[in-house]
């Protein structure tokens, strides 16, 4: 076999050699044979030593640049968890990346300043304190900061835990250290760049590479690997990822009894990435090369990472019995090597030169994404304290000897009076270290990790370009779905803006009705359309992909929706350019599936909307308890810079997602927007004069009651079900003698911070005059009991009872859905109007208005059955 390899090699090239395996394995299979499917190279590097490039890089300088910032890493944590302050943080994770991360910063990571692209890099998160110490040696961040690491509310400021954009506005681009959205946002922020050069968007000539580096152990979140194929599909060169394979997570190794390289390469090739596996170092080179009978590969590829993990802890001695000594002949191989040079065999991805040649190839490769498998060892030079233990994770301290091993190790400048304060060092700025480091980073672009807002701001349309929302639908039914997709249809025609709407869709378009947009703006796909579709030739609208299409079609994908969303929202900072992006979804299927991520949206600084389709608990009705939301606003409010709308009407959509753009595109407020969007459909009321601050602010009335009636009312309604709320204003008038104001409440979320912003202020300021929380303003002149009907659990509304004179009675739909009808669902939830009668009626008999046998009659008239069945609630 081997003189066949060989013949064919010599005299008809290495790629006839390579396809003589394919073409034999596919005879084999078409004589009915089975042959199994090789997804694994063995457990050796990829770049034979043959064809490693020679090292670019002072080595020495290089080296002591990187053990100063391993020293400085590790200083930042020690001192963190002193003195009381236990603040945590993590040694470990850098302690194995470094030399991966020193090869991109030396040779590879490029920095926007120099007129180029900049590359966005997505570190990983718990490797913050090597980046920190990266950073003040490049004289970025000062020694007081670095004291302050995880103290950010020291004085002078101090160092977020982890990448965060909301905390580090300057510096940090990607937050990352919710395991498995790096790496997923990754994927779809080099994506997104093939859609801004497809549309001319993108500023810069050339294409910033994107870089993720992922923990083996994050592999595990679906959300790592569940984009792989859109990467291949898509031929993502533009990106690079490093998983780092420590094979260690927090609790103890990734894969002990197997090996998580090669079960990654399986995954990332049956994917359709380049794999480049960096497993062993330059040490290794030679042993390999001696090994004529295969049995060291062989013995490397039984040994388990769990054994692995011991040879990290393990003397020589054991190295030698347990690993070579399995075979005598590769017992042989180390013969002349001390116990101690056994020990000291690196692995791939603390060598610089394997690292640079992975990353070489990896830029170079085209047509596809790289994946570099890099072996290291967690905790590394730590020793005792903390190398390859499954302790490692969580070690945050050191002792004066183990402080001194480590800086005897990597030669650290620091005598032992100092070193029980682990002071930072830092080379003077004429220093050859310094030197060195600044000239590569000038050559290279300048500094990373860098964030800078160099976006124009938009003329954003105002208002009046919207005037059909505004004027009602004259009759003709529609819903706030349908009112959404007028005012973008007349958007992406809107001469200053409509090019930077990006419509963002996970397979639903036709559920919204937005498929009309399809012909007109197109689909965005890198192939544009090879195939003639199906409905092309009709009137209506067609499946129309081509290369600069502006929608984004993504599929059956929540998570990708939402990377593309933040891909988009935060180009003006990593792009340099204003983008508007529009993410319709499936309500449910919002913040409960993709929450982690909406609060990444808000911590990256994304601006945006987010829309929440086929929202409400009964108005979405024949789908039944999985697709009915009835919670999406609550969660909604518990991303801080989020705002929050329930709109009723298309005037009411329409000033919010106006005032939205011009706050976020053309003010630059780094805030993003969540809208609640209904199907229901029925005539939409022109816009009343004047309610265009209340919209904004969350409340206003929308309807007086009747004059000269007994009793007064006030009812709150949001969304479709304000429509509970006017039957309810027709029958209190009509059958019972009160006049009830309706209100259109469109964020309950808004009324409430703006309300504690005031009371906050009032506590603080006790000798002021106090200020007056707008709800409270808004609703304290009015008379009677205040009522809230929402199609959201009552925590929605109840956000505000406390500002609302008197309380507030809340009709909301805790529990799960049902498939029925609207009205019986709301009959079920207790939310239709003939309940809003009640507990209407009922608020005013508590108050003593009304006798409460009126109730009871109004119960009895109104066909409401006390013992009714109502949703499960838990309760004790
Ligand atoms: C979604 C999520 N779950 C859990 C954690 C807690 N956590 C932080 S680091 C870590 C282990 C990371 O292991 P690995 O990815 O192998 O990285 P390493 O530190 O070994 O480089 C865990 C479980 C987290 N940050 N995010
Ligand atoms: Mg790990």
Same mark, same amino acid.
């Given at each position: 076999?081997?003189?066949?390899?060989?013949?064919?090699?010599?005299?008809?090239?290495?790629?006839?050699?390579?396809?003589?395996?394919?073409?034999?394995?596919?005879?084999?299979?078409?004589?009915?044979?089975?042959?199994?499917?090789?997804?694994?190279?063995?457990?050796?590097?990829?770049?034979?030593?043959?064809?490693?490039?020679?090292?670019?890089?002072?080595?020495?300088?290089?080296?002591?640049?990187?053990?100063?910032?391993?020293?400085?890493?590790?200083?930042?944590?020690?001192?963190?968890?002193?003195h009381e302050?236990?603040?945590?943080?993590?040694?470990?994770?850098?302690?194995?990346?470094?030399?991966?991360?020193?090869?991109?910063?030396?040779?590879?990571?490029?920095?926007?300043?120099?007129?180029?692209?900049?590359?966005?890099?997505?570190f990983q998160?718990?490797?913050?304190?090597?980046?920190?110490?990266?950073?003040?040696l490049?004289y970025?961040?000062?020694?007081?900061?670095?004291?302050n690491?995880?103290?950010?509310?020291?004085?002078?400021?101090?160092?977020?835990?982890?990448?965060?954009?909301?905390?580090?506005?300057?510096?940090?681009?990607?937050?990352?250290?919710?395991?498995?959205?790096?790496?997923?946002?990754?994927?779809?922020?080099?994506?997104?760049?093939?859609?801004?050069?497809?549309?001319?968007?993108?500023?810069?000539?050339?294409?910033?590479?994107?870089?993720?580096?992922?923990?083996?152990?994050?592999?595990?979140?679906?959300e790592?690997?569940?984009?792989?194929?859109?990467?291949?599909? #898509?031929?993502?060169?533009?990106?690079?990822?490093?998983?780092?394979?420590?094979?260690?997570?927090?609790?103890?190794?990734?894969?002990?009894?197997?090996?998580?390289i090669?079960?990654?390469?399986g995954?990332?090739?049956?994917?359709?990435?380049?794999?480049?596996?960096?497993?062993?170092?330059?040490?290794?080179? #030679?042993?390999?090369?001696?090994?004529?009978?295969g049995?060291?590969?062989?013995?490397?590829?039984?040994?388990?990472?769990?054994?692995?993990?011991?040879y990290t802890?393990?003397?020589?001695?054991?190295?030698?019995?347990?690993?070579?000594?399995?075979?005598?002949?590769?017992?042989?191989?180390?013969?002349?090597?001390?116990?101690? #040079?056994?020990?000291r065999?690196?692995?791939?991805?603390?060598?610089?030169?394997?690292?640079?040649?992975?990353?070489?190839?990896?830029?170079e490769?085209?047509?596809?994404?790289?994946?570099?498998?890099?072996?290291?060892?967690?905790?590394?030079g730590?020793?005792?304290?903390?190398?390859?233990?499954?302790?490692?994770?969580?070690?945050?301290?050191?002792?004066?000897?183990?402080?001194?091993?480590?800086?005897?190790?990597?030669?650290?400048?620091?005598?032992?009076?100092?070193?029980?304060?682990?002071?930072?060092?830092?080379?003077?700025?004429?220093?050859?270290?310094?030197?060195?480091?600044?000239?590569?980073r000038?050559?290279?672009?300048?500094?990373?990790?860098?964030?800078?807002?160099?976006?124009?701001?938009?003329?954003?349309?105002r208002?009046?370009?919207?005037?059909?929302?505004?004027?009602?639908?004259?009759?003709?039914?529609?819903?706030?779905?349908?009112?959404?997709?007028?005012?973008?249809?007349?958007?992406?025609?809107?001469?200053?803006?409509?090019?930077?709407?990006?419509?963002?869709?996970?397979?639903?378009?036709?559920?919204?009705?937005?498929?009309?947009?399809?012909?007109?703006?197109?689909?965005?796909?890198?192939?544009?359309?090879?195939?003639?579709?199906?409905?092309?030739?009709?009137?209506?609208?067609?499946?129309?992909?081509?290369?600069?299409?502006?929608?984004?079609?993504?599929?059956?994908?929540?998570?990708?929706?939402?990377?593309?969303?933040?891909?988009?929202?935060?180009?003006?900072?990593?792009?340099?350019?204003?983008?508007?992006?529009?993410?319709?979804?499936?309500?449910?299927?919002?913040?409960?599936?993709v929450?982690?991520?909406?609060?990444?949206?808000?911590?990256?600084?994304?601006?945006?909307?987010?829309?929440?389709?086929?929202?409400?608990?009964?108005?979405?009705?024949?789908?039944?308890?999985q697709?009915?939301?009835?919670?999406?606003?609550?969660?909604?409010?518990?991303?801080?810079?989020?705002?929050?709308?329930?709109?009723?009407?298309?005037?009411?959509?329409?000033?919010?997602?106006?005032d939205?753009?011009?706050?976020?595109?053309?003010?630059?407020?780094?805030?993003?927007?969540?809208?609640?969007?209904?199907?229901?459909?029925?005539?939409?009321?022109?816009?009343?004069?004047?309610?265009?601050?209340?919209?904004?602010?969350?409340?206003?009335?929308?309807?007086?009651?009747p004059?000269?009636?007994?009793?007064?009312?006030?009812?709150?309604?949001?969304?479709?079900?304000?429509?509970?709320?006017?039957?309810a204003q027709?029958?209190?008038?009509?059958r019972?003698?009160?006049?009830?104001d309706?209100?259109s409440a469109?964020?309950?979320?808004?009324?409430?911070?703006?309300?504690?912003?005031?009371?906050?202020?009032?506590?603080?300021?006790?000798?002021?005059?106090?200020?007056?929380?707008?709800?409270?303003?808004?609703?304290?002149?009015?008379?009677?009991?205040?009522?809230?009907?929402?199609?959201?659990?009552?925590?929605?509304?109840?956000?505000?009872?406390?500002?609302?004179?008197?309380?507030?009675?809340?009709?909301?739909?805790?529990?799960?859905?049902?498939?029925?009808?609207?009205?019986?669902?709301?009959?079920?939830?207790?939310?239709?109007?003939?309940?809003?009668?009640?507990?209407?009626?009922?608020?005013?008999?508590?108050?003593?208005?009304?006798?409460?046998?009126?109730?009871?009659?109004?119960?009895?008239?109104?066909?409401?059955?006390? #013992?009714?069945?109502?949703?499960?609630?838990?309760?004790?």
């Open positions: 076999m081997e003189d066949v390899i060989e013949f064919t090699r010599r005299n008809q090239g290495p790629e006839k050699a390579e396809s003589l395996m394919d073409d034999l394995v596919a005879r084999l299979r078409a004589a009915g044979m089975e042959v199994p499917q090789p997804v694994n190279t063995p457990y050796v590097n990829t770049i034979p030593p043959g064809a490693q490039p020679a090292y670019p890089g002072d080595r020495d300088l290089e080296r002591r640049i990187k053990s100063l910032a391993r020293w400085n890493a590790m200083a930042m944590v020690v001192n963190a968890n002193r302050t236990e603040v945590g943080g993590h040694i470990s994770s850098y302690a194995s990346m470094a030399t991966l991360y020193e090869v991109g910063y030396n040779h590879f990571f490029r920095g926007g300043d120099g007129g180029g692209p900049a590359d966005l890099i997505y998160g718990h490797t913050t304190p090597g980046n920190s110490a990266r950073a003040f490049e970025r961040l000062e020694e007081g900061q670095m004291h690491f995880r103290q950010e509310l020291g004085e002078g400021g101090g160092l977020s835990s982890y990448p965060h954009p909301y905390l580090m506005p300057d510096f940090w681009q990607f937050p990352t250290v919710s395991m498995g959205l790096g790496p997923i946002m990754s994927i779809y922020q080099a994506r997104f760049i093939r859609y801004l050069k497809a549309r001319g968007l993108l500023q810069t000539k050339e294409e910033p590479r994107v870089w993720a580096f992922v923990g083996d152990g994050e592999s595990d979140e679906p790592t690997l569940g984009a792989l194929t859109l990467a291949a599909r #898509e031929g993502l060169d533009n990106l690079t990822w490093v998983v780092n394979c420590n094979l260690q997570r927090l609790d103890g190794p990734v894969r002990g009894n197997g090996k998580i090669q079960e990654l390469e995954v990332f090739r049956g994917a359709g990435w380049n794999v480049i596996k960096v497993i062993w170092g330059s040490q290794w080179d #030679e042993l390999l090369a001696q090994d004529k009978s049995l060291l590969v062989k013995r490397m590829d039984e040994a388990v990472d769990g054994d692995y993990q011991k802890v393990a003397p020589g001695s054991y190295i030698r019995r347990h690993f070579f000594g399995k075979y005598p002949e590769v017992l042989r191989l180390v013969d002349h090597l001390t116990d101690e #040079e056994l020990t065999l690196a692995r791939g991805g603390h060598d610089p030169r394997k690292i640079y040649a992975a990353y070489k190839a990896a830029v490769h085209r047509g596809q994404p790289t994946v570099i498998l890099a072996k290291t060892v967690k905790g590394y730590l020793g005792e304290a903390g190398e390859g233990r499954n302790i490692s994770h969580q070690q945050k301290k050191m002792n004066e000897k183990e402080l001194r091993e480590f800086r005897t190790r990597f030669d650290v400048p620091i005598s032992d009076e100092e070193i029980a304060e682990t002071p930072f060092f830092r080379p003077a700025k004429d220093s050859a270290e310094t030197r060195y480091l600044m000239e590569r000038r050559k290279l672009g300048g500094f990373v990790p860098k964030r800078e807002v160099k976006a124009e701001p938009l003329r954003t349309p208002l009046e370009a919207f005037g059909e929302l505004a004027r009602g639908s004259g009759g003709r039914e529609a819903s706030t779905t349908m009112s959404f997709v007028e005012l973008l249809k007349a958007l992406v025609k809107d001469a200053r803006v409509g090019r930077r709407v990006v419509p963002i869709i996970p397979d639903e378009a036709r559920t919204f009705g937005i498929d009309a947009l399809f012909s007109q703006i197109g689909i965005y796909s890198s192939k544009g359309q090879l195939y003639e579709p199906v409905d092309k030739g009709g009137l209506m609208s067609f499946y129309n992909e081509t290369k600069d299409g502006q929608i984004l079609e993504e599929g059956i994908t929540e998570a990708g929706s939402m990377a593309s969303f933040v891909a988009a929202g935060t180009a003006y900072a990593n792009h340099g350019v204003n983008l508007i992006p529009f993410y319709i979804y499936y309500s449910m299927f919002g913040p409960q599936r929450g982690d991520q909406i609060w990444l949206a808000g911590d990256s600084r994304a601006k945006g909307f987010l829309l929440g389709a086929t929202s409400g608990r009964t108005t979405l009705n024949g789908e039944g308890l697709h009915q939301d009835g919670h999406s606003p609550l969660a909604a409010s518990t991303v801080p810079t989020l705002c929050a709308y329930d709109p009723a009407f298309a005037y009411e959509v329409a000033a919010i997602v106006c939205g753009m011009r706050r976020m595109f053309e003010e630059g407020e780094e805030i993003l927007y969540y809208l609640c969007l209904y199907n229901e459909k029925y005539a939409m009321p022109p816009r009343p004069a004047g309610c265009e601050e209340g919209i904004i602010k969350g409340l206003y009335k929308f309807k007086a009651g004059e000269g009636k007994k009793h007064k009312a006030q009812i709150l309604g949001s969304g479709s079900i304000i429509r509970s709320a006017l039957k027709e029958l209190l008038g009509e019972y003698d009160v006049s009830a309706v209100w469109t964020s309950y979320k808004n009324l409430r911070n703006e309300a504690l912003l005031a009371e906050r202020w009032n506590m603080l300021h006790p000798c002021e005059p106090a200020r007056r929380p707008y709800v409270r303003q808004a609703l304290e002149k009015e008379g009677g009991p205040f009522v809230a009907v929402s199609d959201y659990m009552k925590m929605v509304p109840d956000q505000i009872a406390k500002w609302v004179p008197g309380g507030l009675s809340t009709l909301g739909t805790d529990g799960f859905g049902r498939s029925d009808t609207r009205a019986r669902l709301r009959r079920f939830f207790e939310i239709d109007a003939e309940c809003t009668v009640i507990a209407t009626l009922y608020a005013l008999a508590q108050r003593g208005e009304l006798e409460r046998k009126m109730v009871a009659q109004a119960i009895n008239d109104l066909k409401v059955d006390p #013992e009714k069945c109502f949703p499960e609630i838990v309760a004790f």
